[in-house]
C-alpha cells in the first residue's frame, strides 16, 4: 500500500523559514518523480514544485521559484519542500504528491502553513 | 500557464442519477509524444485529493466504473453515473501535460 507521510508545517512569520517532509514507503521510491501541491484560499489547488529520480532536474511555480527549494533522500525514501521568505499568499495545506509518468496518483494527508507575524 | 475552466462550480444531483462535469483548458493539452495528460481528481470533505481518471478516460485503480472521462484537445468531460452518497465533494481536472501542472477551479457535487 502506498503511503505518503508528511510532517512539518505549523506557524511562520513572514521572512522566516520552515521544512517540509514527506516520507514514502509501498512502493520503489529512487524510481518515481514526487511533487509538492498546495491548497489556498487565494488560489485553490496550485503545483509548486516537482523533482526527478536522482534530484538533478526540478520544476517550480513561478511565484515560488528562489524562494523554495525542493529536494530528496532515496536512501530515506524522503522528500522535502525547503520555504524560505514565506509571504500571507504561501499560506494553505501542502500536499506531498507521487508521480506517476505525468500524473498525480498519490497524495499525501496534507500539512497546514501558516504565515503570520 | 496553461488556464483550466470547469462547468459547472455546483452540481446538485440526485442519488442514482448522472452528473456530468466539464472542463475547458486555454491550450491544446496534447504532448508532444502524443498523449493527452488531463486527470480527473476527487477530494472529499476533510480529505486529500484522490486521482479517479488519467490521460483523459483510464481510471485509477481501484476506480468504481461509474466514473467515466471523455474529450480531446482542450475539451474534456467527467461523467459520475449512478450517483452514490459517497461520490459528495469537489471534482478537479487538472493537466500534466505543460509545467506547471495546473487545475481547474473545482466543482462541487451534493446530493439534493
Known amino acids: 500500500e502506498v503511503q505518503l507521510v508528511q510532517s512539518g508545517g505549523g506557524l511562520v512569520q513572514p521572512g522566516g523559514s520552515l521544512r517540509l517532509s514527506c516520507e514514502a514507503s509501498?512502493?520503489?521510491?529512487?524510481?518515481?518523480?514526487m511533487g509538492w501541491a498546495r491548497q489556498t484560499p487565494g488560489k485553490g489547488l496550485e503545483w509548486v514544485a516537482n523533482i526527478n529520480q536522482d534530484g538533478n532536474e526540478k520544476h517550480y511555480l513561478d511565484s515560488v521559484r528562489g524562494r523554495f527549494t525542493i529536494s530528496r533522500d532515496n536512501a530515506k525514501k524522503s522528500v522535502y519542500l525547503q520555504i524560505n521568505n514565506p509571504r500571507g499568499d504561501d499560506t494553505g495545506v501542502y500536499y506531498c504528491v507521487k508521480e506517476g509518468f505525468r500524473q498525480a496518483d498519490y497524495w499525501g494527508q496534507g500539512t497546514l502553513v501558516t504565515v503570520s507575524s | 500557464d496553461v488556464v483550466m475552466t470547469q462547468t459547472p462550480l455546483s452540481s446538485p444531483v440526485t442519488l442514482g442519477q448522472s452528473a456530468s462535469i466539464s472542463c475547458r483548458s486555454s491550450?491544446?493539452?496534447?504532448?508532444?509524444?502524443?498523449?493527452?495528460?488531463l486527470s480527473w481528481l476527487q477530494q472529499r470533505p476533510g480529505q486529500p485529493p484522490r486521482l479517479l481518471i488519467y490521460?483523459?478516460?483510464n481510471r485509477f485503480s481501484g476506480v468504481p466504473d461509474r466514473f467515466s472521462g471523455s474529450g480531446a484537445g482542450t475539451d474534456f468531460t467527467l461523467k459520475i453515473s449512478r450517483v452514490e452518497a459517497e461520490d459528495v465533494g469537489v471534482y478537479y481536472c487538472?493537466?500534466?501535460?505543460?509545467?506547471?501542472?495546473?487545475f481547474g477551479q473545482g466543482t462541487k457535487v451534493e446530493i439534493q
Open positions: 490521460k483523459i478516460s
Open positions: 487538472m493537466q500534466d501535460t505543460h509545467f506547471p501542472w495546473t
Open positions: 509501498g512502493f520503489t521510491f529512487s524510481t518515481y518523480y
Open positions: 491550450q491544446s493539452l496534447v504532448h508532444s509524444d502524443g498523449n493527452t495528460y
